[in-house]
Every structure is written in C-alpha cells, then in structure tokens.
C-alpha cells in the first residue's frame, strides 16, 4: 500500500506542478508546444502505469466483487470513452485538453466538439467510474475515486481558466460551435472525419479489450 499511496501522489504533483509559476508555458517558451506534449504525455502514461501496477502489488481488501451486469455496464461506459478519447485527440479545442493548435477551423469543423467541450478529459471520467464499477478492491477504488475527482476538478478549472487566455473575440468564435438547440449541435458535429474517428476508436476498442487480460492479468470477456 505504501508504494501505491507514493506513486498516486507523484502523479498528482506531477499534474499539478506544470500549473505553479506558469512552468508549463516556460518550459513550452523554451522547447516547443509539441515537445511538451509529447513530453508530459510519455511522463504521464509511465506514472499511471506505475500507479496501476502499485495498485494491483497492494494488499488486497475487498469490498465487493464485479459480475457480469457491472462488467457490461463497464466496457460500455469504455467503448464510450475511447471514442471520446480519439474524437477528442483529432480536434483541435482551445478550451480544453488538445493534442493539435487551432487554426482557426473549429467552428466550421468541430466535430465532437459541438457536443461535449472536454472529451478527453470525460474520457477519462468514464474510464475511471467504470473501472470503480468491477474493481472492488479498497487501493483500486482509491486509485480510480481519486483519478475521477481529479477528472471532475479538472472540467471546472478548464472552464475558468481556459476562456481568460483567449481574446473575448475568440471565445466568442469558440463558443459558436456550442449554439442552438441539440439538434442543431448534433447536426454540426456530423461529417466525414467523425465518421472516421468512430470507427477508429471502435477498432482501438476492440483490441484494448483482447489485449487488457494479457497486459493488466484481468480479462473482462471472462464475466461474459
């Protein structure tokens, strides 16, 4: 337990530390916007590996136990979230979490952005209630409680910070793909590269689920 309590708090320093003193932008000021993300991408995917992994080392305390109702419910809360995740990495979105620059195109090509303003981040949200679902181990409700309030506190911290960077002109342009009724939002974000986004993360869906019993030692298809 001691080692999965270091490795969460190293994760949440390191997510909060690029905040303090605009280390980010200085680090971005001298490297460049792509060598961060590339950067604090890699560091991230190796804390969170080094956080799941303590997690699954942990003494085990268990609460409750998955069935094949909760595993159900939890891949299709997944399939949902890694769709979100990809839609979300291949827009351009200046009011949240983004792996591309706007260029100015978002309103005429938001895709699912005229739907949901933070989708990697509820990505992860859905990731880490699902995942609260079937684990019932006490370090793994821990590890996935807390990954989903940071998720949760992340989404209201974007929605403060985000818009004071941009010109009022700007917001406004953003704000744009999220006007009118659903329908109308729903009919904006339909075009030919959502249609590809879906399929992508349907595809990386699928072989994230054949591949989570080898890799993580827990394979969901065995409730089914």
């Known amino acids: 337990m001691i080692e999965f309590l270091i490795a969460l708090f190293v994760f949440l320093f390191a997510h909060m530390l690029p905040q303090i003193g605009d280390l980010r932008g200085k680090i971005i000021a001298r490297t460049s916007r792509k060598a961060y993300i590339i950067g604090y991408s890699v560091l991230s995917t190796l804390l969170l590996i080094w956080m799941i992994s303590a997690a699954l080392r942990a003494p085990r305390t268990i ?22 995740f990809v839609m979300g990495a291949l827009r351009p979105n200046s009011l949240s979490v983004s792996f591309r620059r706007d260029r100015g195109h978002q309103n005429s090509n938001p895709g699912i952005l005229a739907l949901v303003r933070h989708p990697i981040i509820v990505a ?25 309030a940071f998720a949760l506190l992340g989404i209201a911290r974007l929605n403060k910070t985000k818009p004071q960077k941009l010109s009022a002109a700007d917001y ?47 394979d969901p298809l065995a409730y089914l």
């Not at 679902?133 to 793994?140: D, H, S, T, W």
């Not at 590809?196 to 072989?207: D, R």
Request: proline share 2%.
């Open 172 to 218: 406004a342009r953003v704000k744009q793909r999220e006007a009118g009724s659903w329908g109308q939002r729903l009919r904006r974000a339909g075009d030919r590269q959502l249609a590809i986004e879906l399929v992508i993360g349907i595809a990386l869906y699928i072989v994230i689920l054949h591949a989570h019993g080898p890799i993580i030692g827990v």
């Open 124 to 148: 992860f949200a859905l990731w880490a209630f699902a995942h609260i679902l079937v684990n019932g181990e006490l370090a793994n409700i821990l590890l996935f409680g807390i990954m989903l």
């Open 63 to 84: 609460l409750y136990a998955a069935d094949p109702l909760t595993v159900r419910i939890s891949m299709g809360l997944m399939l949902m979230a890694i769709i979100l």
